[in-house]
């Protein structure tokens, strides 16, 4: 909930305008082109780089496609155990209608009078063992290993891309801020060559060069605040969310310090060959390879199949009159038939039989026939259980088999070369981003002694110039070369904690 409310603060976030007329002094004539005015807008919206990879990590599309894979692999696993473990259950029940008519099978015909409607149900266990189910728990608990550490190469992978393009959002933020105070000591130079062109001690040369040079950085500043806006675009871009409307409202918050790099590289390169997420995952697939070998090789051995079954019908005819009216019919020929006998018997001086069990009742035997007739849809005549157990050994399948064990051992094969090949390359990845690393500690230190020095020179430039020792282009050339040594000092900075950031991918893990 933290991170949807930091989304939403950096959406709904809103900053007014404040228009600031840059003032300049006035040239001689003719006057130089009016100075741009400034538009300023305070920041509203704080982001650290927690935040950004808190929200990443929820919204990310490709992390996000990775992480989906983690249910199908976890079922898997539920799925490999339930069939060794549980059988199958299976249930199934319809109903069906026959028309009058007949029908024929081989060179007998049946004939039905009515129509009829009829109901079934079955309910079945199946059950099977074999190799194959044996191995299949360790196989998807191989795979279910493998596609964490797919989800943790993925997040490897989005930390250090998050992280990188909020170090170059910061990078740009300080050259932009570079290029203000160049703007400023641009200003500076044109109030000093006016100053000295109105006592008479500079030329009109000076004053326009020095216009030309507050143009230039005017421009400049004007690029690096589009290269602010875009870079922190892309930020969120990879956050995976959309940006304000006002990209300027966004304000980085965390801040990284220079120092020297305390790691050894035995010990990183003993890192990584433990926790780097790619090789992890690698491995764990080359385990579940291997799984994979012993499954397709105990298909040579037995399979041995159980299954049960229940199952009822009922069946009914749609209109019973006709055979109330038969059933009536027979009992009367018989009834009739039983008259006769008696009469037989009583000629031959016998007791009579009786007849009263022949003689139709309305009520009772009509309703006896109704009730048979009603068992449709649920009054089910069950049937005989069933029950069969089925044991199969394969003889001789045209070389199949070898072919699905050969090619899977080649699998096996391929990923343990695979493994050897990541290894090796995690173990250049690190001593390259190591010495990397290393180099780009160095350069800073460099880079701050050139700055140091570029702050010296311009000073004794301006100051030259001020009492009129030197000339407004030796100014220039030395404010030239302060600036250069102060964007250098930005961008080896920003270019260590880069470094940084690459090592800790390499590794697989964070250092700081």
């Not at 795979?143 to 393009?165: F, K, M, P, Y």
């Not at 421009?219 to 940006?243: D, H, I, N």
């Not at 109704?370 to 045209?398: E, H, K």
């Amino acid at each position: 909930m933290k991170h949807v409310m930091i989304v939403a603060g950096l959406l709904a976030a809103s900053a007014t305008p404040i228009a600031v007329g840059a003032q300049q002094p006035t040239a001689p004539p003719p006057p130089p082109p009016p100075p741009a005015t400034a538009t300023i807008r305070q920041p509203t919206a704080a982001l650290s780089l927690a935040d950004a990879i808190a929200v990443a990590r929820e919204n990310n599309p490709l992390y996000r496609r990775a992480e989906n894979n983690r249910g199908p692999a976890a079922w898997g696993v539920r799925n490999a155990y339930s069939s060794l473990l549980i059988p199958n259950v299976r249930a199934s029940g319809g109903m069906t209608y026959s028309g009058p008519g007949s029908q024929t099978f081989l060179a007998q015909s049946f004939s039905q009078s009515g129509s009829t409607v009829a109901s079934f149900y079955e309910l079945g266990l199946s059950y099977e063992l074999s190799g194959a189910t044996l191995s299949q728990p360790g196989l998807a608990k191989a795979q279910q290993r493998a596609t964490d550490q797919d989800i943790a190469g993925a997040e490897n992978v989005l930390i250090t891309g998050i992280t990188q393009q909020y170090l170059t959002v910061l990078q740009a933020i300080a050259q932009a801020d570079l290029a203000h105070k160049t703007l400023q000591r641009n200003e500076e130079f044109l109030k000093l060559a006016n100053a000295r062109y109105g006592v008479g001690q500079a030329t009109l040369i000076d004053v326009r060069q020095a216009q030309v040079a507050r143009g230039q950085a005017q421009v400049a500043v004007l690029r690096a605040e589009t290269v602010v806006s875009v870079e922190k675009l892309r930020l969120f871009e990879q956050m995976g969310v959309t940006p304000p409307l006002d990209i300027t409202e966004v304000q980085l918050t965390d801040t990284f310090t220079v120092h020297a790099p305390p790691w050894q590289l035995k010990e990183l390169l003993t890192m990584a060959e433990q926790q780097n997420p790619v090789l992890k995952a690698l491995r764990a697939r080359e385990d579940a390879a291997a799984w994979n070998v012993r499954s397709t090789a105990s298909a040579w051995g037995p399979v041995v199949a159980l299954s049960a079954g229940w199952s009822g019908f009922t069946q009914q005819f749609t209109n019973v009159d006709p055979l109330i009216t038969g059933a009536q019919n027979t009992a009367n020929i018989q009834y009739g038939r039983c008259l006769s006998n008696d009469s037989v018997r009583a000629g031959a001086g016998l007791s009579a039989a009786g007849c009263g069990q022949y003689l139709w009742n309305p009520v009772v035997d009509e309703k006896a026939l109704r009730d048979a007739n009603s068992a449709f849809p649920f009054q089910f005549t069950q049937q005989p259980f069933q029950a069969r157990l089925t044991v199969s050994l394969p003889i001789f399948t045209n070389f199949g088999q070898e072919l699905r064990v050969s090619q899977a051992r080649a699998d096996h094969n391929d990923l343990e070369e695979s493994v050897r090949a990541r290894a090796l390359g995690v173990q250049t990845d690190v001593s390259q981003a190591y010495l990397t690393l290393q180099a780009a500690y160095q350069s800073v230190g460099i880079q701050d002694t050139n700055r140091t020095a570029g702050r010296e020179q311009l000073q004794l430039a301006t100051e030259r110039y001020r009492v009129g020792s030197g000339t407004f282009f030796e100014l220039l050339d030395a404010q030239v070369q302060a600036l250069r040594a102060e964007s250098d000092y930005v961008n080896a900075t920003y270019d260590y904690h880069k470094a940084v950031a690459a090592l800790e991918a390499a590794v697989g893990r964070s250092l700081r």
